[in-house]
């Protein structure tokens, strides 16, 4: 048998804490002041076998948010009503958040059947029908216990190992990930965290993180249900020893994982639905308790598309939270009312960062999509919704916190129906869906042709431009790039891109100008003119001379120079020589020797020199160069 988790809950003096010390003989109140008041305020814990494992929670109004806590990796359910009292605010609030928690299986108990009559237990058990119809536990067996004496003790410990053989084993996204419910020192060892594994396999040995805070710690031991182990798997009750860590730098709330799959954040959308019996709506911008795994934390709920959700109604909600939270895809929440504190609704995690770059009706739409329960679904939808145009596997991986290895074969198969296209690139694979990629295409071919026609007599757009007014990142352009050239529709020129119909159009008078201006920066040799000393020698507009310039560069007849001069480069090659022929005697090149080398004067010398530097034929050392690559 798989583990399963059990967990109680019930009104306040109900008897969960005597059943499960009758089921398993272990007392969960371990606080002095839970055995000194007969009350339990804290979750504890007990075991019924190797796969069967308990959390009591408590059942005081006060203390919902531990109960929320000890329930909130369960895999099944003991709803216990006490016979002489009958169904209480607590039952019904604890079975509402059971419900929300996505809870699908379970018993209800009814306790302290020796202290009423029979008739008054069947009026008991007629209302507890009613309050569970509609809800996972409408068709579930009520047993008639009594702690003390027994009393369906044996009959319901039989029930509960049979319907934990037939729980569905819940999909473990094998990412290890353990919400720590109990932090405390055992002398001799150290720090040691307790919590119900969600995912994946934690080792011994392993280093992992602690979150927040990014903590780093190693496992020094493992107990699992309360024995030695060299593993604990998902829905296993686990202790870990912790090293490298103090027990003061740790808390309830805390979560252990794998180092960079989990990150904190401040905002987060889910989808909510707010219970039927609810006595108000949620509203827009109210501050809530927001209670996941074994977390409180405040924030305020941001409704997309409406003001309020009402009572029985869904919706999509992003909150913001007062304090750091460490959340994954699809975790289930619990929403309470800040003051007072009761429970308003819950919703399923289904993005852990804000989302700027959607419309909000289109936001509300992708959004939506990952509700779904069907990986490959969910591959499709996250692609659209990161803001990025392509992804790894490794993004998949954090988005949806599935081990990549699990991803791979749903993603080989949308790739080859077509869904999602491939590329590679430095050797990594990324993958986008079909129609982001078509569309992300037309726009890159819309602005290359829309710069042509503001700027005709350019050979193409730089490519530093287009990243820039893209806002895609480099690796995404250059795909895109050298995919739309493959196919004819883009020409790769380097620096600058361009339609392969595109062709610069001068009229005659442009062209002579562009040949007089080669035919004077030509002549000026090393000293190489400026854009003003062009703008004075041809009486133009700097403007004008500045598109040829752009020309003559593409063209490859002049080279930019720092300094805005602009120098022929039909004498590059004797520059180099030059250099190379000073080195072929020298260790270094001063700035004296080089303009005696080219016979021009510092204003020119020391641009020459820097462009120089840039081609690798030389490398500056304080005020000398030496020889690079030359």
């Given at each position: 048998m798989q583990p399963v988790i059990w967990g109680t809950a019930g009104h306040i003096d109900h008897g969960k804490t005597a059943l499960i010390q009758a089921l398993t003989g272990t007392n969960t109140d371990r606080l002095e002041e839970e055995k000194r008041r007969g009350l339990t305020i804290d979750i504890g814990f007990a075991f019924l076998s190797r796969e069967i494992s308990f959390i009591d929670v408590p059942g005081h109004e006060r203390f919902v948010k531990n109960m929320v806590t000890?329930?909130?990796?369960?895999?099944?359910?003991?709803?216990?009503?006490?016979?002489?009292?009958?169904?209480?605010?607590?039952?019904?609030?604890?079975?509402?958040?059971?419900?929300?928690?996505?809870?699908?299986?379970?018993?209800?108990?009814?306790?302290?059947?020796?202290?009423?009559?029979?008739?008054?237990?069947?009026?008991?058990?007629?209302?507890?029908?009613?309050?569970?119809?509609?809800?996972?536990?409408?068709?579930?067996?009520?047993?008639?216990?009594?702690?003390?004496?027994?009393?369906?003790?044996?009959?319901?410990?039989?029930?509960?190992?049979?319907?934990?053989?037939?729980?569905?084993?819940?999909?473990?996204?094998?990412?290890?990930?353990?919400?720590?419910?109990?932090?405390?020192?055992?002398?001799g060892f150290g720090t040691v965290v307790t919590g119900s594994v969600l995912s994946g396999v934690f080792h011994e040995g392993d280093n992992v993180r602690i979150l927040p805070g990014d903590l780093p710690a190693k496992i020094r031991g493992i107990q699992r249900h309360n024995q030695p182990e060299k593993t604990a798997s998902m829905s296993d009750r686990a202790a870990l020893n912790l090293s490298n860590i103090e027990v003061g730098e740790i808390s309830r709330g805390a979560q252990l994982t794998v180092p960079g799959m989990l990150d904190v954040t401040r905002e987060f959308y889910a989808s909510v639905r707010v219970l039927p019996g609810a006595e108000k709506p949620l509203v827009r911008d109210q501050r809530v308790r927001i209670h996941f795994g074994t977390t409180e934390i405040l924030g305020k709920c941001l409704i997309l598309g409406h003001n309020t959700i009402q009572p029985g109604e869904s919706g999509i909600v992003r909150?913001?939270?007062?304090?750091?939270?460490?959340?994954?895809?699809?975790?289930?929440?619990?929403?309470?009312?800040?003051s007072p504190m009761y429970t308003i609704g819950g919703g399923l995690v289904l993005h852990t960062q804000k989302i700027t770059h959607l419309p909000k009706t289109q936001l509300v739409q992708m959004l939506t999509q990952l509700k779904s329960s069907e990986l490959s679904e969910l591959v499709v939808a996250v692609t659209g919704i990161t803001g990025k145009i392509l992804l790894t596997l490794n993004d998949y991986?954090?988005?949806?916190?599935?081990?990549?290895?699990?991803?791979?074969?749903?993603?080989?198969?949308?790739?080859?129906?077509?869904?999602?296209?491939?590329?590679?690139?430095?050797?990594?694979?990324?993958?986008?869906r079909r129609d982001i990629f078509e569309e992300n295409q037309k726009h890159l071919l819309k602005r290359v042709e829309k710069y042509h026609l503001n700027h005709p007599k350019e050979p193409g757009i730089p490519r530093s431009q287009l990243l820039q007014e893209l806002h895609w990142d480099e690796t995404a352009l250059n795909l895109?790039?050298?995919?739309?050239?493959?196919?004819?529709?883009?020409?790769?020129?380097?620096?600058?891109?361009?339609?392969?119909?595109?062709?610069?159009?001068?009229?005659?008078?442009?062209?002579?100008?562009?040949?007089?201006?080669?035919?004077?920066?030509?002549?000026?040799?090393?000293?190489?003119?400026?854009?003003?000393?062009?703008?004075?020698?041809?009486?133009?507009e700097e403007k004008v001379l500045r598109e040829l310039l752009k020309v003559l560069q593409y063209q490859k007849v002049v080279e930019r120079l720092p300094g805005d001069l602009y120098f022929y480069t039909g004498h590059l090659d004797n520059l180099k020589r030059l250099i190379a022929a000073h080195f072929a005697d020298h260790e270094e090149l001063t700035v004296g020797e080089f303009k005696e080398l080219v016979g021009a004067s510092r204003k020119y010398t020391i641009p020459l020199l820097e462009y120089a530097d840039q081609q690798g034929w030389t490398r500056r050392v304080g005020e000398v160069r030496i020889k690079n690559r030359i």
């Open positions: 000890g329930v909130s990796t369960i895999d099944a359910a003991l709803l216990v009503v006490a016979a002489d009292d009958g169904v209480m605010p607590q039952t019904r609030e604890h079975l509402d958040i059971l419900t929300l928690l996505g809870i699908q299986a379970g018993v209800i108990v009814l306790t302290k059947v020796d202290l009423v009559d029979p008739e008054w237990i069947d009026l008991v058990e007629d209302t507890i029908r009613e309050t569970v119809r509609g809800t996972f536990l409408e068709d579930s067996e009520i047993f008639r216990t009594s702690a003390p004496a027994g009393q369906g003790i044996e009959q319901l410990r039989e029930q509960i190992t049979a319907i934990s053989g037939t729980i569905p084993r819940r999909v473990d996204r094998g990412i290890p990930r353990m919400p720590v419910d109990r932090v405390f020192t055992v002398k909150f913001v939270t007062e304090e750091q939270a460490v959340l994954a895809f699809q975790d289930r929440i619990i929403i309470r009312f800040y991986s954090q988005q949806l916190f599935y081990r990549q290895e699990q991803l791979e074969p749903v993603i080989a198969r949308l790739v080859n129906d077509g869904k999602l296209r491939s590329f590679t690139a430095e050797g990594l694979t990324y993958y986008t895109f790039i050298r995919e739309l050239s493959a196919e004819n529709s883009l020409s790769d020129q380097g620096p600058v891109i361009k339609l392969p119909t595109h062709e610069i159009t001068l009229t005659d008078a442009e062209g002579l100008l562009m040949q007089d201006m080669t035919e004077y920066i030509q002549r000026q040799g090393f000293e190489p003119p400026s854009i003003s000393d062009l703008t004075a020698h041809f009486s133009r």
